[in-house]
Each structure stands twice: as structure tokens, then as C-alpha cells.
């Protein structure tokens, strides 16, 4: 297994995001391309850079009065994953007892964390929030981000102690302390990720910020936008006449791996199943990405109650909310639904489902092709994991979901 001290960081092809685009790992790659032929270069590649003000906050703050612990949360993207950071917010409160917690993170992502009564302050990545952080102070960084601007950001801002990933000389990722190197190594190495992780996503950001893993709750917060679409579902629900459990059917995947999103026929075959024996309201979500696949849908079965794929992300939360059972892919609302509570059946395919935890509230679909996961944007096999996927499969765990809820009207 690839070793932290074996990773080439002088190499032109190291990302620090994923393997490189030869697959390979570093050590014995015949493929290394040195940036650098200096001696004290390639010694100091995998250390971290500082920016010389950063450089100047190397060691514990010495401020007057003391106060409460000055804490920046860098986590900009994926959504999902800015979702899920928030499950660190406790177990920093449990370390730092009235710490003040700054969080950047993509302006896409700011509903996310706008309503979170953990983050005193929240600012949207971009060039005024990097300059004017430059010029403050923090007691603790934690920077969870491999992107150039991120990485660069927590190399410039001044901070006593720096957790998480660091930028190299060549602004790529290494790792500020010894116990961020496992996440590193995680995202470089196939074999580790695919194969032989266990460890949940929040447990290893806990790993790397030092704390105390207790299986921490994501952290979701309603705003008034979302409360009013909640009732607006309500009422297309009471309007439909039908029963009284609340089945989401979210089709999307996200932008990025779209091998990751089920089929049409293998919703349509479930919608089938599900009209037949659930008895239930079945409420179509999707983004803009699925317009034409809802449209699709909802012209095949026409008992649905359509949510609109136009919704904004707070009105999203709304529509999630009035769910009490939700079926999604590996996607931003499979994390709405596990912060809002609600019963959810997650079906991975291209995606690892180790690193999910849905806190004993659903089930997950794992497909069971040898080559899964395998994180591809594109995939040409005939057929792939998704479209071998049967609607009587997800069915199945939809009614143990129900009959739970049933006994537990909790869940």
C-alpha cells in the first residue's frame, strides 16, 4: 500500500486529488516527471509553504486578555461534503468551549451553512475574503480542500496551529500534521479508498482535526425559504388525497461523476412497484440537470406529485423536509435527507459507500459489479452497475423502510 513517504510531490503529474493519469502509485512509477532538479527542493517538496506573513504566526498566539479560541474552517466544495464537515462542529465545541469558528466556503454552498447556529462567521470563497483574511489571525486552522485557491488561502493566513491539508511549493496538497496524512493518502491511492478503508467521511476529518470521533449528527438548520416550500408540499400532498407516508424519488447526481445516477426504466420500474403495494404519496425531486428525465417520468406515471426541478437549494430543503423516507443516489440530498433525519435508501454504484454514514436511518444499495467502485465521469460498459440495477431491488428496501417507520412514526 502507497506510503506517505513514497509520494513524488516534486512530480509534474502529482494532483494530491486522485491518482495520476497514469493510475499509477508513486513508488517504482516509471512515469516521474521532477519539477525540480535542486537538491534542497526535492528534500523540502513534501513539506508545507508559507507565505511569509503566515510564516510570521508559526507559533502560539500571544495576544492580550486571551478570549475565545479563534477557529477557520476552510471547506468550500462539494456540497455534500461541506454538508457533511458539519459534523466536526460538536466535537470542536467539546475541545474548544466557546471557540469563535469562521468558515469559508463556495458562495453555491452558503445555504448550506447560513442558518448553523455553530458558525459565527461564514464567508464566501472568492478574492476580497482571501485578501482580508491575510491581514487577521486565527488560533486553529483546519483547511479539508485540495483546490489551488483553498490551498493557497491556508498558506497565507496566520494561524498558532494549521490542521489539514497544506500547499507545497508547487501549490498542490500535502498535510499541515501527521494525522491528515491518511486523508491524502486516501484520494491518491485506488487501493486504499476502494479496498481497504473503512473509516467514515466524518470520522476521518475528526481524525485529522485531532478531536474525539463520538459519530457526530450533520449540522442543517431550515431558513424560512425552506419552511415555506415545506407547506407548499404539504398542501400538494393533502390536495392528492393519498396516503399518509411520503416517498421521495430524487433522480439527480450531481454534475461531476454522472455514472453515478439510475436509469430511467429502473425508476419507472419501481414507481411501478411502489404505486401497486406502498400506498404512498410519491414526491418526484430532481435539480435542473433532470428536467428532461423528470418530464420523462412524469409522463409515463402520472400519480406522482412533481416538485419542480427549479427549486432553489433552501427550497430543496423544504421539499426533503416533507419527506419521510427518501430514494437517492450518491448525491447532495442523500446528505439532506441524513442531516434532516429522514429514513434514506442510498444507492451507490461508481461511488464508494464506505465513507457514508446514515446514522442507522435507511439502507444502502451497493451494486455488486466487480469494478465498483470505480469513480469514472464516463463509463461504456454494456450494461453499467446503474442500468443493471432492478426497481424491484430498491422496492424491497423502500418497504422495510415504511414498516420501520410504521412501528417507530419517529423515524
Known amino acids: 500500500m502507497l506510503r506517505f513517504e513514497d509520494i513524488k510531490f516534486d512530480c509534474a503529474l502529482y494532483n494530491g486529488y486522485k491518482p495520476c493519469r497514469h493510475g499509477n502509485e508513486c513508488a517504482g512509477c516509471p512515469y516521474y516527471e521532477p519539477l525540480t532538479n535542486d537538491p534542497a527542493e526535492k528534500a523540502a517538496a513534501g513539506a508545507p509553504f508559507l507565505a511569509g506573513t503566515a510564516q510570521a504566526a508559526a507559533t502560539p498566539s500571544s495576544r492580550a486578555g486571551g478570549g475565545p479560541c479563534r477557529i477557520l474552517i476552510i471547506k468550500t466544495g462539494a456540497m455534500g461534503d461541506v454538508l457533511r464537515t458539519t459534523t466536526l462542529l460538536a466535537p470542536l465545541s467539546r475541545a474548544y468551549p466557546g471557540g469563535h469558528v469562521t468558515w469559508v466556503t463556495n458562495p453555491s454552498a452558503v445555504p448550506l451553512l447560513i442558518a448553523n447556529p455553530r458558525i459565527g462567521e461564514l464567508l464566501a470563497m472568492g478574492g476580497e475574503t482571501c485578501r482580508a483574511l491575510e491581514g487577521r489571525e486565527f488560533d486553529l486552522l483546519l483547511n479539508f480542500e485540495k483546490e489551488k485557491e483553498p490551498l493557497a488561502l491556508a498558506g497565507c493566513v496566520r494561524a498558532a496551529r494549521r490542521i489539514g491539508f497544506a500547499p507545497t511549493r508547487w501549490n498542490t496538497p500535502t498535510v499541515f500534521n501527521p494525522e491528515s496524512r491518511y486523508a491524502l493518502l486516501l484520494g491518491i491511492s485506488n487501493e486504499l479508498k476502494f479496498r481497504i478503508n473503512t473509516k467514515t467521511y466524518p470520522e476521518i476529518i475528526c481524525d485529522m482535526a485531532c478531536l474525539e470521533y463520538r459519530r457526530d449528527h450533520y449540522v442543517l438548520c431550515l431558513t424560512d425559504a425552506s419552511g415555506v416550500r415545506r407547506r407548499e408540499i404539504g398542501a400538494l400532498i393533502k390536495a392528492s388525497g393519498a396516503g399518509a407516508a411520503r416517498v421521495g424519488l430524487n433522480t439527480g447526481c450531481g454534475a461531476v461523476f454522472r455514472t453515478k445516477q439510475w436509469t430511467l426504466d429502473g425508476w419507472l420500474e419501481l414507481i411501478g412497484i411502489l404505486l401497486e403495494r406502498a400506498g404512498a404519496n410519491l414526491l418526484l425531486l430532481g435539480g435542473k440537470a433532470e428536467t428532461e428525465l423528470n418530464r420523462r417520468i412524469l409522463e409515463r406515471a402520472p400519480g406522482l406529485i412533481d416538485t419542480g426541478c427549479g427549486n432553489t437549494l433552501e427550497q ?48 444502502k444499495i451497493v451494486t455488486d459489479f466487480p469494478c465498483s467502485p470505480c469513480y469514472l465521469k464516463e463509463c461504456f460498459k454494456d450494461p453499467t452497475c446503474m442500468m443493471a440495477l432492478r426497481g424491484f431491488t430498491v422496492a424491497g428496501a423502500v418497504m422495510r423502510g415504511l414498516a420501520a417507520a410504521s412501528r417507530n412514526p419517529a423515524v
Open 316 to 363: 430543496f430543503f423544504g421539499i426533503v423536509d416533507a419527506c419521510d423516507l427518501v430514494i437517492t443516489s450518491d448525491s447532495l440530498a442523500m446528505h439532506i435527507a441524513i442531516a434532516l433525519g429522514k429514513h434514506t435508501v442510498a444507492i451507490f454504484g461508481s461511488t464508494s459507500h464506505v465513507e457514508v454514514d446514515l446514522y442507522d436511518q435507511g439502507e
